[in-house]
C-alpha cells in the first residue's frame, strides 16, 4: 500500500506461491513478528519500570533502549529463509533482526539487563549483541554495519562458501560515507552481500528530508551498479520476495544487492524520546499500515488459518517472551572481576 | 639470509606465514606492484597473486571494516594502513570494532588482524605524513602494539602476530625500511631462513652499561645507540633497552635496568603528553623510586606538529645529539 497497490485476493495468493511462500510460511512469519513485537513491548515496558523520573542509569534495564516496534516485517522478511552460515550485522537498533536470525530469546534478555547468562555474559548489552553460533553481530555506531558485512562476505567468496553476508542500517545510517564505500567495493569485486536499509524516515530526530540529496537511497545503489530494490516495509510478503532474489542472486556468485524497506517506528528513537519533530497524525497513518495486523487479515482473508489458530501463535509468543523474561530476571549478574577480563584471546 | 632493513624482513615474515596458513589475506592500498608503497607486502602479490592479495580503493574505514567482517568470519586479515597518519580515515573500525569486539562478544568473535603501517618523520614529508601515533593504540584497550627496530625483530615479530587471533599493530619506521628512497639508520643482519617467532612483551637488551639507561622503541633505539657510544667517549656507560612491543610492555626489564643504573633516560618520537614517556616513566617509579638518583628525564616531539623545512623538523624529532645532551645533562645531574 506504501508503493503497490494492496492485492486482490487472487493476486495475493499469487504473489505468495510465486514467492515460494507456503500458507505455513505464512503463519511462521505472523509468528515470528509476533514474537519481536512482544518482546519489544515488555522490553519497554522493564525498561520504564524505576524509571519515573526518567534516568537512565536506574531501573533493571540501564543505558539507552531502542526499539524496533513498527518494522518488524523488514527483519522477519529479509531473514526468513537464511542459514545459520549467513552473518549478520545489526545497528543500535538490534532486537528484531536478532530474534528474525533465531538468536535465543533467553540469552538475548539476559544480556540486555546485563546478566551472566547473556549472550556476551552481560559485557555488551542492548546495542551490541553477538552470538556465535547464528552468526549475529552488532554495532552502536552509526554507519558500521555495511564494511563488516562487506567482510564476511568478502571471506565467504574467498572460502569459495555460497553463505551471504546482509548488512541491516537506517536510512540514517546511510548517508555516511561508508554507505558508499561499501556499494563500491562490493560491486567491484562481486561479494554475496544484501544491504537493507530501513527508511523509517528519521535519523534519530532528523527527518531526512533535511539531510537527504535523493528521496530515496536505492537510487544511489544504481548508481554503483548495484541491482537496488524498494520495497514495502511493511509489507513482510514484498520484502520477503525481495530479499529472496538478492539471497540467491548473491549465493549464486552474483554480487551484492541494496534493498531498501519504507517502514517506520512506532516508538521514538530512544526511549524517552519527546518525538516533537513528528505529527501525531503521520504516527497514526503508519499505525494504519502495521505490518502485523496486515498479515494477519491476509491470513483470515485466504483462510490459511482461523481466529482460533492465530490466537494459539499469539499465545505462544507471549508465552517464549514471558520465560524469557522470566529467564533473566533470575539469572545473576556477573562477577565484578569479569570486568578485567577478556581483553585478548 | 642477508636482510638489509625491516621492510624484507616483514614481506618475508607474511610470505611464509602465507604459506603456512591460507586464512590469511593481503588488503589494503597498492600492496601489490608498489608492495604496499614501504615494501612490507613486497614480492607477495608476484607470489599470490590477486587471489590473496587485494589492493582496496583508499577508502580507510571500509577495508578496515571488511577486515572486522573477514576476521569474524574466519580470515586473518593483513592490512595496511599505508601512514600510520591516515588512522582518522578508518579510526572507527578499529578502535571502536576490532578492538573491542571480543571482549563486547563476551569472547565469542576473536579478531586476529595484523595491520601493518609506516610511521615516522626525518625525511621532509611534514605535519600529515610524519607522525608515529602508537600511544594512540597503546592506550586504547584491545590491540597489542608492536614497533621492530631490527630485521631479525621485524621477522619474528611479525611471524608471532600472525599467529596470534588479536588485533596487532606493526609500526614500522620508514628509515628503517631500507628502500632505495629513503634515509637509512637501520641494519644490516643475518636472519634466518625458517620462520621463528619473537615473543611479545619481551624488550631487548641493546647495549649493557651502568650509569644510565636509556629506553625506546623503533628508530629512537638507533639513534640511542649511537648516543651511547658518545657517551662512552666521555667515560659514561650507557645502557639502551629496545622496547620491542608497547602493548604488552616488558615492566621487568625496564624496572630491572632503572634499579641498576639509577638514572633513567626515554628517548620517544610521538608527542609528548599523555604518551609513551609518561607511561614508561610511571611504571618505573612506582616500583623503582628509591634506586632512581635522578629524576626520569625524557625526549619526545614536544607537542607540536612535525613541521616541514629541515631545521624545523630536526628541532623535534629527538636527535643523535639531543639524545647525547640529555643524557649527559641526566647524568651530570647528579
Known amino acids: ?345 | 639470509m642477508k636482510i638489509r632493513g625491516i621492510a624484507q624482513a616483514i614481506s618475508e615474515a607474511i610470505k611464509q606465514e602465507m604459506e603456512r596458513n591460507d586464512r590469511i589475506v593481503v588488503l589494503g592500498e597498492d600492496v601489490t606492484y608498489w608492495g604496499a608503497v614501504f615494501g612490507f607486502t613486497m614480492g607477495l602479490f608476484e607470489k599470490f597473486d590477486r587471489k590473496r592479495v587485494f589492493d582496496t580503493p583508499i577508502a580507510e574505514q571500509t577495508f578496515m571494516g571488511m577486515a572486522v567482517g573477514a576476521a569474524a568470519a574466519g580470515l586473518h586479515p593483513v592490512v595496511s594502513l599505508m601512514f600510520v597518519d591516515f588512522l582518522g580515515a578508518g579510526f572507527d573500525q578499529m578502535y571502536n570494532h576490532m578492538a573491542k569486539n571480543y571482549y563486547m562478544s563476551g569472547g565469542q568473535f576473536p579478531m586476529p588482524v595484523t595491520i601493518i603501517t609506516a610511521i615516522g618523520g626525518g625525511y621532509g614529508d611534514s605535519s600529515q605524513h610524519s607522525q608515529v601515533l602508537y600511544s594512540l593504540f597503546a592506550h586504547l584497550p584491545g590491540f597489542k602494539v608492536v614497533v621492530p627496530s631490527t630485521p631479525y625483530d621485524a621477522k619474528g615479530l611479525v611471524t608471532k602476530a600472525l599467529r596470534d587471533p588479536n588485533p596487532i599493530v606493526v609500526f614500522g619506521h620508514k628509515l628503517l625500511t631500507g628502500l632505495p628512497f629513503l634515509p637509512f639508520e637501520g641494519t644490516e643482519e643475518e636472519v634466518p631462513d625458517e620462520p621463528y617467532e619473537v615473543e611479545f612483551g619481551k624488550a631487548a637488551l641493546r647495549r649493557e652499561g651502568n650509569d644510565l639507561t636509556i629506553i625506546s622503541a623503533g628508530l629512537m633505539v638507533h639513534r640511542s645507540l649511537r648516543a651511547a657510544e658518545m657517551l662512552q667517549q666521555d667515560g659514561i656507560s650507557a645502557e639502551v633497552i629496545d622496547l620491542r612491543t608497547l602493548i604488552p610492555l616488558d615492566e621487568e626489564t625496564i624496572v630491572k635496568s632503572a634499579k641498576k643504573t639509577g638514572r633513567v633516560l626515554i628517548v620517544d618520537e610521538d608527542y609528548m603528553s599523555y604518551g609513551m614517556t609518561g607511561e614508561v616513566a610511571f611504571r618505573i617509579q612506582a616500583k623503582a623510586l628509591k634506586d632512581l638518583k635522578v629524576p626520569i628525564g625524557r625526549l619526545a616531539v614536544p607537542d607540536v606538529p612535525i613541521p616541514f623545512s629541515e631545521p624545523l623538523e630536526n628541532a623535534v624529532i629527538p636527535s643523535i645529539k639531543r639524545i647525547y645532551n640529555e643524557a649527559r645533562k641526566l647524568y651530570q645531574g647528579s
Not at chain 1, 509476533?34 to 515496558?45: A, C, G, M, S, V
Not at chain 1, 523520573?53 to 534495564?61: L, T
Not at chain 1, 543500535?92 to 540486555?112: S, T, W, Y
Not at chain 1, 551498479?225 to 520477503?240: A, E, R, T
Open chain 1, 1 to 345: 500500500m506504501i508503493i503497490k497497490p494492496e492485492p486482490s485476493l487472487k493476486d495475493l495468493s499469487y504473489l505468495i506461491e510465486s514467492s515460494g511462500l507456503k500458507p505455513s510460511d505464512l503463519l511462521n512469519m505472523y509468528r515470528r513478528m509476533l514474537t519481536i513485537r512482544y518482546f519489544e513491548e515488555t522490553i519497554r515496558k522493564i525498561y520504564h519500570e524505576g524509571k519515573n523520573p526518567f534516568n537512565m542509569a536506574s531501573g533493571i534495564i540501564r543505558g539507552e533502549m531502542h526499539l524496533s516496534i513498527g518494522q518488524e516485517a523488514v527483519a522477519v522478511g529479509t531473514l526468513y529463509k537464511v542459514r545459520d552460515e549467513d552473518v549478520v550485522v545489526s545497528t543500535h537498533r538490534p532486537h528484531h533482526h536478532a530474534i528474525a536470525k533465531g538468536v535465543d530469546a533467553n540469552k538475548l534478555v539476559a544480556e540486555i539487563l546485563g546478566k551472566v547468562t547473556g549472550l556476551c555474559r552481560g559485557k555488551g548489552g542492548h546495542m551490541h549483541l553477538f552470538d556465535k553460533t547464528k552468526n549475529f553481530a552488532c554495532s552502536g555506531i552509526v554507519g558500521a554495519s555495511f564494511p563488516q558485512a562487506a567482510g564476511a562476505a568478502f571471506a565467504f567468496k574467498y572460502s569459495g562458501k555460497d553463505n551471504v553476508a546482509i548488512a541491516f542500517a537506517g536510512e540514517g545510517a546511510a548517508n555516511h560515507g561508508t554507505f558508499a564505500e561499501t556499494l563500491n567495493i562490493a560491486s567491484a569485486w562481486e561479494l554475496p552481500l544484501i544491504l537493507v536499509i530501513e527508511d523509517n524516515k528519521y535519523a534519530d530526530s532528523t527527518p531526512k528530508s533535511f539531510v537527504m540529496s535523493t528521496t530515496f537511497h536505492y537510487q544511489r545503489g544504481l548508481t554503483y551498479n548495484v541491482p537496488s530494490y524498494l520495497v514495502d516495509g511493511m509489507d513482510v510478503i514484498d520484502v520477503y520476495s525481495t530479499a529472496r532474489k538478492a539471497i540467491e542472486r548473491a549465493r549464486k556468485g552474483f554480487g551484492p544487492t541494496l534493498i531498501e524497506a519504507l517502514t517506520y517506528r512506532y516508538v521514538g528513537h530512544f526511549e524517552g524520546d519527546s518525538e516533537e519533530y513528528r505529527t501525531k497524525e503521520e504516527v497514526e497513518m503508519w499505525s494504519s499500515l502495521d505490518p502485523i495486523r496486515r498479515l494477519e487479515n491476509r491470513i483470515l482473508r485466504l483462510n490459511y488459518a482461523d481466529n482460533e489458530i492465530l490466537a494459539k501463535l499469539r499465545e505462544e509468543a507471549r508465552k517464549q517472551v514471558q520465560d524469557a523474561i522470566d529467564f533473566a530476571l533470575r539469572s545473576p549478574y556477573p562477577d565484578p572481576n569479569e570486568a578485567l577480563t577478556g581483553v585478548f584471546a
